[in-house]
């Protein structure tokens, strides 16, 4: 069976600081991944997607990249934190137009 | 891009009533999910359903593709059914799902 493990799982960074969460799919091969963000509120909204090793998706333009060294990972990071980069990141992942399936989340406070 | 809507955003209960969550979306979809998103931030996975009717214990959703739009019913609610409701919708034309703002539901005992 599939399972997604994103990590970590809560972080406290100052602000300027750089980032790295970290996203793994097992059991299943070219899959479609994603990163959302959850801020105060209930909203997700979707950062970046990729379908493929090295093809990234920007949805939003901000201060965050993210990156898919090798099929089944996905990075999101950032240089310099900001204080609105706090949040709520989901990965997740799909089969084409499939259905789609989150980790466990990463909470991130900048402060 | 397509637009999702959810109504109503916020929802009180008492243990063991009924309820029912609409999402509208404005275009045509490949597929739409439903999502739980409980009180520790879990998104847990409720219906895979771009058409028709699907039932799972005490909730069931259908899906009226043509007009638009799907429903969720939670019957007999429980405690353990707050959370947050999210509906995405899969664009026909793309690869990403698009989420409703979701519906804050709150079941008392």
């Known amino acids: 069976s599939q399972t997604i493990h994103q990590w970590p799982a809560t972080l406290v960074q100052p602000v300027g600081s750089p980032l790295s969460l970290e996203c793994t799919v097992e059991?299943?091969?070219?899959?479609?991944l994603y990163w959302y963000r959850q801020a105060a509120g209930r909203g997700l909204q979707l950062l970046f997607y990729?379908?493929?090793?090295?093809?990234i998706s920007s949805e939003v333009p901000q201060n965050l990249s993210a990156s898919r060294p090798q099929d089944r990972q996905f990075i999101l990071s950032s240089k310099k934190l900001l204080l609105s980069d706090s949040g709520f990141y989901l990965c997740?992942?799909?089969?084409?137009?499939?259905?789609?399936?989150f980790g466990e989340g990463s909470r991130l406070t900048v402060l | 891009g397509i637009q999702v809507e959810q109504s109503p955003p916020d929802l009180i209960l008492q243990e063991g009533a009924n309820s029912t969550l609409r999402c509208n979306f404005s275009d045509s979809v490949n597929n739409l999910q439903w999502f739980h998103q409980n009180p520790w931030g879990q998104l847990i996975n409720l219906f895979y359903?771009?058409?028709g009717t699907k039932q799972n214990g005490r909730l069931s959703a259908t899906t009226v593709a043509t007009e638009r739009y799907s429903l969720l019913y939670i019957s007999s609610s429980q405690t353990t059914d707050s959370g947050v409701y999210f509906c995405?919708?899969?664009?026909?034309?793309?690869?990403?799902?698009?989420f409703g703002e979701g519906t804050q539901l709150t079941v008392n005992p």
């Open positions: 995405a919708v899969d664009e026909t034309s793309g690869s990403r799902l698009t």
């Open positions: 997740a992942w799909r089969y084409w137009a499939g259905e789609l399936f």
């Open positions: 359903i771009p058409s």
């Open positions: 990729s379908v493929g090793i090295g093809q």
């Open positions: 059991g299943t091969s070219n899959p479609n």
